[in-house]
């Protein structure tokens, strides 16, 4: 049976908003690319649209500036890791009975870890430009931090609190920070491990590495009480 007249036209919306997420798509790729190599002050937009064979106007059209386009390129990644986070976290205080702190660690961890590993194979560039965003002073990568995980770090700071009673907020935000900053280590995939280890570590295994970070933070965590 043939397509109908509304379905020919349904199917070809359908194909053009392909098309558009290909491309920008492309795009974002491209500028993880090359702002994780040249950082924001070297990347140009022209660098970009050369990499994602696009023309340099189209990333303007969409994207007006190289400000907006990096805001764009770390909202794509950083919503789908806090969204896993947000599910995780959820799922873990609404269903478990008794939420351990180990829970709540795993929830932190697991979607960054495993978004490394899956970013891994396109060159980690992402993990480069997360790490160097959360660890800037400028303004706009302050911004970009408070308005993309903060958000998040409120919920885990206070979940931490719930599970450890004996845990004050000026501890919780410390526990934060400081295993916060083994996940974004943890999450560019660089072989390190398996160098000093003869091949014994693999930074490539989530379920492995989980096994470690998680029992390794909540002691520190629980030191604090």
């Known amino acids: 049976m043939g397509l109908g007249g509304s379905d020919v036209k349904a199917a070809g919306v359908e194909t053009l908003s392909t098309a558009k997420e290909t491309r920008f798509d492309a795009i974002l790729d491209s500028a993880e690319t090359v702002f994780a ?5 070297g990347a140009t ?3 970009i649209a050369e990499r994602a064979g696009v023309a340099q106007g189209l990333i303007h059209y969409h994207f007006k500036t190289k400000e907006d386009l990096f805001e764009a390129m770390i909202s794509r990644r950083s919503e789908h ?5 947000a599910d995780l976290l959820g799922a873990i205080l609404r269903d478990t009975a008794a939420p351990r702190l180990e829970h709540i660690v795993e929830a932190l961890f697991r979607p960054t870890i495993e978004a490394g590993i899956s970013q891994a194979r396109d060159g980690g560039a992402f993990a480069q430009i ?3 965003t959360a660890n800037s002073a400028s303004d706009r990568d302050q911004l970009l931090t408070e308005k993309y995980y903060d958000p998040i770090a409120q919920k885990f700071i206070t979940a931490f609190i719930q599970v ?3 845990l004050t907020r000026e501890d919780a935000v410390w526990a934060y920070m400081f295993a916060i ?5 943890m999450m560019a995939k660089t072989g390190r491990a398996a160098r000093l280890s003869n ?3 693999d930074d ?3 379920d492995k590495m989980l096994t470690k970070i998680v029992p390794f933070i909540c002691s520190g965590i629980r030191a604090l009480t």
């Not at 190599?37 to 002050?41: E, I, L, M, P």
């Open 45 to 47: 937009m022209r660098e």
């Open 204 to 206: 490539g295994d989530a």
């Open 81 to 85: 890791i806090n969204q896993g986070r």
């Open 37 to 41: 190599n040249s950082g924001y002050q």
């Open 199 to 201: 091949g014994l570590c």
């Open 130 to 132: 997360l790490v160097s």
């Open 164 to 166: 450890e009673p004996g």
């Open 181 to 185: 900053g083994v996940g974004m280590t």
